[in-house]
């Protein structure tokens, strides 16, 4: 006898980036996302009944085995009791699917881990109600990749504790609901500078975090930015949106340039491009911004209603200085059957 489960999820990008963790997976500082919706991972779990005690375990992706992930997956999905049952009883295939190419500064392990996540918590628990499953699945997603968690709720994220937000925690992400009307229909055009597969895992780069000199005023940098953020999240103010969300990405590069082990991942495109955007901005007093994932690529996100201007904008540069575009949008999470 075998089933199969669905499992949808989105990426997200960090407005606030977690960059640097303690214990396990618990972040420095908290951090907030946007949630996407056109970059997400199909997953499908196939479950066979099985009557020897040996883990048979396959991933597939984009129809190919990947070993490589899929011993990620294993090791992270034997770290969970509560998966542990169906790693003796089932025979276990999972076939992934992105949206999105890889190396596109999507993260992926976003997508995946929440995915693989929610696939596995409803596999072992189908009756849980809707918030105590995202919660339990942010939570176990976590564990996964830190990012993950915030893949669980529509438009805004928090993850990491803040007093001023009595449900939030380390261990999960929370939704936020008062969002201002401003920024519920934001786009996010992901410009392709570079499609080479990065130098520097995102691993090490939190692990570089651990002896770096401005970890401290980076870690609370980190939470005043969060606060302000759902502030300004809920009063509308673009010019703090803004300044908030380039600083972020601008200090995330800047502690990879500082390490003790120090590394560059933004590229000479990336550069100009974010001069473009300044100079667009300056001229046009478009509401516009950029953010860095931990890659050269960049996110531009700007409200629906400004689109037409920012696409003819973007068009000036398509080919020489920007390889494709990727347009996507605020989303509103993810499902599973
Ligand atoms: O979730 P991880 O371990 O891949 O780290 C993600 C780090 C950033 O994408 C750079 C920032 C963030 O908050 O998503």
């Not at 011993?71 to 999105?100: C, I, M, T």
Request: charged share 20%.
């Amino acid at each position: 006898m075998s089933h199969t489960l669905k499992a949808r999820y989105p990426s997200n990008i960090a407005l606030v980036k977690y960059w640097g963790k303690y214990g396990n997976q618990l972040p420095c500082n908290p951090s907030l996302s946007m949630t996407l919706d056109k970059a997400y991972t199909q997953l499908q779990l196939t479950l066979s009944e099985k009557h020897n005690h040996q883990i048979e375990f396959e991933y597939y992706f984009e129809d190919k085995l990947n070993e490589k992930f899929g011993d990620r997956v294993l090791r992270y999905l034997q770290g969970q009791k509560e998966f542990s049952s169906l790693l003796e009883d089932y025979a276990l295939r999972l076939e992934s699917h992105n949206s999105f190419p890889h190396s596109a500064g999507i993260a992926s392990s976003a997508s995946a881990f929440s995915a693989i996540s929610a696939v596995f918590l409803h596999a072992t628990n189908p009756t849980l109600s809707q918030n105590d499953f995202n919660r339990q699945a942010s939570h176990l997603a976590r564990l996964g990749s830190g990012s993950a968690c915030r893949s669980f709720y529509d438009s805004y994220v928090l993850w990491g504790h803040l007093e001023e937000i009595p449900e939030s925690s380390n261990e999960y992400a929370v939704p936020l609901h008062e969002i201002h009307d401003n920024f519920r229909s934001m786009r996010d055009s992901i410009l392709i500078i570079d499609e080479q597969p990065k130098l520097v895992s995102s691993s090490m780069g939190h692990r570089l975090m651990k002896n770096h000199p401005y970890a401290p005023a980076r870690f609370r940098q980190g939470k005043e930015h969060s606060k302000k953020m759902i502030v300004t999240l809920k009063n509308g103010d673009f010019d703090a949106f803004i300044s908030i969300i380039e600083r972020e990405a601008l200090t995330l590069h800047a502690m990879m340039m500082t390490s003790v082990d120090y590394y560059l991942l933004i590229k000479p495109g990336t550069v100009f491009m974010m001069e473009q955007i300044f100079q667009f901005r300056k001229e046009t007093g478009l509401p516009i911004c950029f953010t860095l994932d931990a890659g050269p690529n960049l996110h531009l996100l700007y409200p629906e209603n400004i689109e037409s201007e920012v696409q003819d904008f973007l068009e000036g540069y398509l080919q020489t200085h920007i390889k494709s575009i990727i347009n996507d949008r605020i989303g509103l999470g993810g499902s599973v059957n």
